[in-house]
């Protein structure tokens, strides 16, 4: 069986201008089978879709009476099948590991698919390579990261692609004008190059309050740097901060794993509670 890998590298080193032997020896597959797949759809294109199992589903015996009510009691919809499947095997013991993880994660999301909270309905942007950037501050001190003792009350930077996701981050001590400027410049350093688009929120340091029509637009320093690098702004209008982009993610962490496991704090269980041991290593 020959893979979509090995179908495009023999392409791509026959594009190198590599002979045919050569190409499908670097591929992993014989000559007469280079010829074969030399053009064409890929070998995924011309499978067809099952509607079967092909093999007995392993939570078959804890769905409705274990993993239902945490589901049904999310209402959120923040809890993830890793949080699940922790919860399932402490109730359950060894029967459930993370060789299963993939199948419940499918599970559940039909599952939310078809009962879960309502979605919000948008419709996907599109990032050209190299148009968009975003930059954003994030509080970290909530990370609970301490230094010799002493918990340091600082911000994280961001800098994100929005196609790629490429992202440069630096500490900053407030949202201030001269940590921006510092942070996009580094930013922009590291990467090599400068993206055609910047997007922000209303940042304090790069804005100010319109009085006359309560809006908001940017300072005339930030706009000088913007028009040194030779950018555009756009920004998000206020109320709307999911919309910035890749930056305003929460860090994930402890205390986003502690957040959801308190979501299984008031589900029911179809196992009276016990005492669980854990492992020191854990």
């Known amino acids: 069986m020959v893979s979509d890998a090995q179908v495009r590298l023999l392409r791509q080193k026959r594009m190198e201008g590599k002979t045919q032997e050569a190409a499908a020896a670097a591929a992993g597959m014989s000559v007469r089978t280079a010829r074969t797949w030399a053009r064409g759809p890929l070998p995924a294109a011309g499978k067809t879709p099952r509607s079967w199992r092909t093999r007995p589903d392993p939570f078959a015996a804890v769905w409705e009476q274990d993993i239902v009510p945490l589901l049904t009691a999310d209402d959120a919809g923040v809890l993830e099948a890793t949080t699940v499947l922790d919860v399932v095997a402490e109730r359950h013991g060894t029967r459930y590991g993370p060789s299963q993880l993939r199948t419940l994660q499918r ?82 350093w590291a990467l090599g190059g400068v993206p055609a688009v910047l997007r922000s929120d209303n940042l304090s340091a790069a804005t100010h309050e319109l009085k006359r029509s309560g809006g908001r637009a940017l300072t005339t320093r930030f706009a000088a740097v913007l028009d040194h690098y030779g950018m555009a702004s756009t920004r998000i209008r206020p109320g709307e901060g999911t919309k910035t982009g890749w930056p305003s993610r929460p860090i994930t962490g402890p205390r986003s794993r502690s957040r959801k496991r308190s979501c299984c704090a008031g589900a029911p269980s179809s196992r009276p509670s016990r005492p669980t041991r854990r492992s020191s290593t854990r």
């Open 107 to 188: 599970r559940v999301r039909d599952w939310r698919a078809l009962h879960g909270p309502g979605q919000e309905v948008y419709f996907e942007q599109v990032h050209p390579p190299g148009r968009e950037a975003a930059v954003d501050f994030t509080h970290a001190s909530e990370l609970g990261v301490t230094i010799a003792g002493t918990l340091p009350r600082h911000l994280l930077f961001q800098f994100v692609l929005s196609a790629s996701g490429w992202r440069w981050v630096a500490i900053a001590f407030g949202e201030t004008f001269e940590a921006l400027v510092a942070g996009l410049q580094g930013a922009l």
